[in-house]
């Protein structure tokens, strides 16, 4: 069974392009969440879906920031304009159904590097 | 204060040794409790999660939760070097899905 998957892998933009990562969860796993994590600092979360609806947006930066998953499937996260400070690692994770019984996978992360 | 604090390390060990890795937390309404292992370059694997207080064991792994001094564990027995890796701690509270992550302890066991 595939795991998460995340694309790209590495990302290199200049400061105030835009930039979209893109996650693919487990199949048949409703739930779907992002994390980042900058450097030095801990992986701290940023929103969960359940299927297309967003359950918790809580962890979201700001509006520059904006999520979708379009048919409950992959999910993409679009960053614009970046700044410097958005540089960081962004993680992808799913799980079966909600709540903390459930282990989330993640995936290996997209590195984001904002100059 | 940061609702989950972990030593960052590095903690250097000989293969063999006993590992002890902790975190502390400050939430009291925490009661699932992770430990994930995260290699270079991938994304956090879960090892173990314990719910509440006490010991749960899974092969060389134990974690440890003691809610009253808020304290968190994982024991790893006969360490490897293939056990080289950052160690990551979190908690969440019951009916929420939001994770709260330690900083990680990066752990190499010398062979």
């Known amino acids: 069974e595939a795991g998460v998957t995340q694309f790209p892998s590495h990302s290199v933009i200049e400061k105030g392009q835009t930039v979209t990562l893109r996650c693919d969860p487990i199949?048949?796993?409703?739930?779907l969440y992002w994390y980042r994590r900058v450097m030095g600092k801990e992986i701290k979360f940023l929103l969960h879906f359940v299927k297309e609806s967003k359950q918790d947006e809580s962890g979201m930066p700001n509006n520059r920031f904006l999520a979708e998953r379009t048919g409950g499937t992959y999910s993409t996260l679009k960053v614009q304009p970046a700044e410097l400070e958005d540089s960081g690692v962004y993680f992808c994770a799913s799980s079966q159904a909600g709540g903390p019984r459930y282990e989330q996978f993640f995936g290996p992360g997209t590195r984001l590097t904002v100059l | 204060q940061k609702e989950v604090e972990q030593d960052p390390g590095p903690l250097s060990v000989p293969e063999g040794a006993i590992v002890s890795l902790n975190c502390t937390y400050s939430n009291s309404a925490f009661q699932y409790f992770m430990w994930y292992r995260q290699y270079s370059r991938k994304g956090p694997e879960l090892l173990m999660y314990t719910y509440s207080s006490g010991n749960k064991e899974d092969g060389r792994f134990t974690a440890q939760v003691d809610k009253s001094s808020k304290y968190i564990s994982l024991f790893i027995r006969d360490s490897q070097p293939s056990d080289s890796a950052t160690y990551l701690c979190a908690a969440v509270t019951s009916g929420t899905y939001k994770y709260i992550f330690g900083t990680g302890t990066r752990l190499k066991v010398l062979a």
């Open positions: 199949s048949g796993h409703d739930n």
